[in-house]
């Protein structure tokens, strides 16, 4: 019975709904940036003592399909949203976001890396402010390189990381000759194929919305990834996304991994075995003028129709701000800081010394163009995704053919008929065609 | 020399019985314990049974990341608030369906039983557009209803089989006794069925703990339950599996502990009229 | 007189939860089906209009339906197997005398309260995971190959999950039908000499049949709607291989946001669903004497 009063207390807690000054609900991933951002909520709530913050933090799918819920039947959970370069076109286009006019004096939205901004902006007005930005490059073991008696340029071309993928792969001694994305999803293997396909002058989608993937060019995107990643890469490789491909490279299971930016702080951070002995080049290309490197910035948006625009767009120019970039680099050091967004971070000397992959991060990102992604011309923007709704679904199908074709459970011709298939039958079914 | 045999039979039962109760909690084991690693011992190869190096510190990262106590609380408000109204309604229609069988009883109930089948997924949206109409998001009114809702056919059901087993003969000899019908559902049907009243609520508890589609999308912040805090941990960037483990450890803790010390009458309820 | 006043109460102690259920069932049902013959797509609230059954074609002809039915009844059997043929073992187990039987027993309950979501991350990541699972290093200890359980045997992996939650719920059940066999019975059937074999197959599981009715009947309605299981491990994948007809209406309604086609989806499961409740009621339900 001792039990009774702590439950009715719970009930109380739980039922009392609390109507204090102004709260807002902030929705975003579980990222270690993100997380960083939510334990330095102090240096925010002293600096405005009016605005509470009320934190939901959930991996990036749960995340994803909550938020949309919410916003699509104007549910009004949320009061800022973190969301991809994939959902800021879409929803703008919706009017479901409210254009960020009023982030200060000292905001200086100049200084965003234009490639970031572009993607995030409609009609030249800001709808989402970039909390951090990432492309994709090689990251490559410069002692095992040296060992397989070659040399990684700064630019690869796709022949030279097959070369040098059989020439470093050891299965006696557990090395991975390259480890890539094989987990279906169409932020997963999707991301990187997207991306791979362009430099090998393939497109989802001709001008007319046909899908292409009966076109020779993905048939030899596919195949190569599928061949290389027969010869040389990890056991089970079609479920390793990000992570498990990260946990390879850190253990020195790898010889070379075409990842996100955002990693190259991770192979040679505290965790990493190899910490000392990791270098970096450019996504790989196949001379036909576009890099198999993609473009994302995870970035904070407010929902239309929310009450708390005001208090909204404070927050989000703090989280986005050169101060807070100052702020992280001073409790947890420069190479902490969130990457990817600001011109003035990759010009700061403190952070150079800090990140010696920012160089070649900055690079990357500046040569993705999200509206001009493809060889032939398409008629969507988006690098490693196409910006339209259908994308989400289709994207989840055909990186689930994909993956069955690197597991060995479908040929390369069966995997690229049925997504041409489903492709095809989705952009009827959406009225495209 | 029966003897000697009875005994030798009970250690190769009583090893074989172990063996399989550890493989069978082996998963749950090896959460625990990877929740006492450091990241870099979660994922070592090969893997060590204890912790080399017995460490706190992941319960004080998810303690200092998100708001346990607030979870915690959520998740028992729901699943005991959505039980108590199950019972509420459960309650008379068992006992009615139980006493004055009528030649329908049995199809009402398996038609109970299969408004269960219904995929949740396919029906979010419509019940969200409902939720947002009526102010019942991020509510736990709102949850309580719904996880009512998701169970009720299982606790009708599973009262209906327990009040079935009450000899009629003790109710009319209350009726000759000249006790009403409100009488004699106080007086003597409650204290025969409180045994199973309280094994269908452990029942439901644990069910209604456990849900993790409606609780998951129909809050945000303020009625988040635990299944929204193991969210959180689940697939982040990096390998975190000694931090995914403690927020499990968190997570299941409560309502394994509970299950284990009511063991006993979870069990005996726990029968479907499968026991004669 | 008194009957039929019972009987009128009995009618209003059973109306509350059976009005409630109807509205439960009725006010999704009939919003689901009006969906289901629209355009509607949260994606594009401007397009919207009567479709007939365009939606019901679009599911009804997708590559992966065939296969999902296919699968979601291959899970269900596959479960169903494992955990009336391992629950019965478990119970012939747990009923011998035995040395510290009561923890015995909380070992072997323990999955079954165990959220679906932690057990399928547990499972996926730190028992079948390829690089650092345990089952991984059991091969790499007897020098077989790794198996990569979620890609070469993902539906099979998903059983094995949903297995061992619903394992110990089936063997409990089991175990106290079992003990409630007459002792005098086993005793009397010991006596006649009946070897092992014979006293299992003619009074040990005639006694259960009730007891795995019940089993029966009870998983089949969770094991028909198995979701986070497949959501956190596979994804319905590779291909289409651990797609369920739950996660093809997942795809629809939450990575397309198609209302209509999810609705049309749910309507599809929904009737499915209810032939194989007639199913199961006219085939097992026999056992069950209400």
Request: glycine letters at 6%; charged letters at 15%.
């Amino acid at each position: 019975m001792k039990l009774f009063p702590v439950i009715a207390g719970a009930f109380l807690v739980a039922l009392a709904s609390s109507a204090s000054a102004e709260t807002l609900t902030i929705a975003t991933v579980n990222n270690g940036d993100m997380i960083l951002m939510q334990k330095l909520t102090d240096d925010f709530t002293t600096a405005n003592p009016d605005i509470q913050l009320q934190w939901v933090t959930m991996e990036e799918n749960v995340l994803r399909q909550k938020v949309t819920t919410d916003i699509a039947t104007k549910g009004g959970q949320y009061d800022v949203l973190t969301i991809g370069t994939y959902e800021v076109p879409i929803w703008t286009k919706q009017g479901w976001l409210v254009p960020l006019d009023n982030l200060g004096a000292d905001y200086d939205v100049d200084d965003l890396l234009p490639a970031i901004r572009g993607g995030l902006s409609m009609d030249g007005k800001l709808y989402a402010a970039p909390f951090y930005g990432e492309s994709s490059m090689v990251m490559y073991r410069k002692d095992l390189m040296e060992k397989a008696g070659l040399t990684m340029p700064d630019a690869p071309t796709w022949d030279f990381i097959r070369q040098a993928a059989d020439a470093m792969t050891d299965r006696a001694a557990g090395i991975n000759g390259v480890c890539l994305r094989g987990k279906a999803g169409w932020g997963e293997n999707m991301a990187f194929l997207t991306a791979m396909s362009n430099s090998f002058g393939a497109r989802w989608f001709d001008e007319t919305w046909t899908p292409q993937f009966d076109q020779p060019e993905w048939k030899d995107t596919l195949s190569f990834y599928v061949d290389m990643m027969k010869a040389d890469g990890p056991e089970g490789s079609s479920s390793n996304g990000f992570n498990e491909n990260l946990a390879l490279f850190q253990q020195g299971k790898c010889g070379m991994w075409i990842d996100a930016t955002v990693a190259a702080s991770f192979v040679t951070g505290k965790d990493s075995t190899v910490a000392d002995k990791v270098g970096f080049a450019l996504a790989p290309d196949k001379g036909l003028g576009k890099r198999g490197n993609w473009l994302w910035a995870w970035s904070l948006a407010v929902p239309a129709g929310s009450q708390k625009v005001e208090a909204a767009e404070k927050f989000i120019a703090w989280a986005t701000s050169k101060h807070y970039a100052e702020l992280v680099a001073s409790k947890e050091g420069w190479a902490n800081v969130p990457p990817g967004t600001r011109t003035s971070l990759y010009a700061n000397p403190n952070y150079q010394a800090a990140a010696p992959f920012a160089k070649m991060t900055l690079d990357s990102i500046n040569s993705a163009d999200p509206t001009h992604p493809t060889v032939k011309p398409v008629p969507y923007v988006g690098v490693q995704f196409v910006a339209i709704p259908e994308f989400a679904g289709i994207g989840m199908t055909v990186g689930q053919l994909f993956s069955a074709a690197l597991a060995g459970q479908s040929s390369v011709d069966d995997a690229l008929k049925q997504a041409q298939d489903v492709t095809m039958r989705e952009m009827q079914k959406a009225g495209y065609l | 020399m029966a003897r000697a045999a009875t005994t030798q039979r009970k250690i190769v039962v009583t090893t074989a019985a172990w063996i399989v109760g550890l493989l069978i909690f082996f998963p749950i084991l090896w959460t625990i314990l990877t929740s006492f690693k450091t990241e870099g011992d979660a994922i070592a190869f090969p893997p060590s049974l204890f912790p080399p190096h017995w460490t706190l510190e992941n319960y004080f990262e998810v303690q200092s990341r998100s708001d346990y106590f607030r979870h915690f609380v959520n998740s028992v408000v729901i699943s005991i608030g959505s039980t108590v109204l199950a019972l509420l309604i459960a309650v008379p229609a068992a006992w009615a369906m139980a006493f004055s069988p009528t030649p329908k009883t049995r199809d009402i109930m398996m038609w109970m039983l299969s408004t269960k089948m219904m995929p949740a997924v396919g029906v979010l949206v419509p019940i969200y557009l409902i939720f947002r109409t009526l102010g019942l998001l991020d509510n736990v009114w709102g949850l309580m209803v719904i996880l009512m809702l998701m169970n009720l056919p299982i606790v009708v059901w599973m009262l209906y089989t327990y009040f079935k087993e009450i000899p009629v003969d003790i109710l009319e000899a209350a009726r000759m006794d000249g006790a009403t019908l409100g009488k004699e559902l106080v007086y003597v049907l409650v204290p025969m069925a409180v045994p199973g009243i309280a094994s269908t609520m452990l029942l439901n508890v644990i069910l209604a703990w456990n849900e993790a589609f409606w609780t998951l999308n129909l809050t945000a912040a303020r009625a988040a339950p635990l299944t929204a805090f193991i969210a959180s941990y689940s697939s982040p960037e990096g390998l975190f599996w000694a931090k995914l483990s403690a927020a499990s450890t968190l997570a299941i803790a409560p309502i394994l502990v509970l299950g284990w010390i009511s063991q006993k009458q979870l069990v005996r309820g726990l029968t479907f009229g499968a026991v004669k | 007189m008194a009957t039929r006043q019972t009987k009128a109460l009995a009618r209003a102690m059973m109306a509350p939860s059976i009005i409630v259920l109807f509205v439960w069932m009725i006010v999704p049902l009939v919003l689901t089906l009006w969906f289901s013959f629209q355009r509607y797509n949260l994606n594009y609230p401007e397009r919207s209009g009567f479709v007939w059954f365009r939606n019901y074609y679009f599911f009804l002809t997708d590559p992966a339906f065939l296969q999902a039915i296919g699968n979601t009844l291959i899970l269900v059997v596959g479960v169903l197997v494992i955990t009336v043929v391992g629950g019965i073992l478990l119970a012939l187990l747990l009923d011998q005398p035995i040395w510290g039987q009561g923890i015995v027993r909380l070992l072997v309950i323990a999955p079954f309260f165990v959220m679906p979501t932690v057990s399928a991350l547990v499972w996926k990541n730190m028992m079948m995971h390829p690089q650092y699972g345990i089952f991984a290093w059991i091969s790499k200890t007897l020098g077989l190959p790794t198996v990569a359980w979620l890609t070469d045997y993902p539906l099979a992996s998903v059983i094995i999950i949903t297995a061992w939650e619903w394992l110990p719920f089936a063997a409990l059940i089991l175990l106290t039908a079992l003990q409630s066999l007459d002792e005098d019975q086993k005793e009397a059937s010991e006596m006649d000499g009946a070897n092992f074999v014979n006293r299992f197959i003619y009074i040990i599981l005639p006694h259960l049949a009730r007891a795995i009715t019940v089993v029966i009947l009870i998983e089949t309605i969770f094991l028909l709607s198995v979701f986070a299981e497949i959501y956190v491990t596979t994804q319905g994948g590779p291909g289409y291989s651990s797609t369920n007809l739950p996660f093809l209406v997942y795809v629809q309604a939450l990575l397309n946001y198609d209302v209509g086609g999810a609705s049309a989806g749910g309507m599809v499961a929904v009737v499915l669903a209810n032939i194989v409740a007639i199913f199961l009621i006219r085939i097992v339900g026999r056992n069950l004497d209400a």
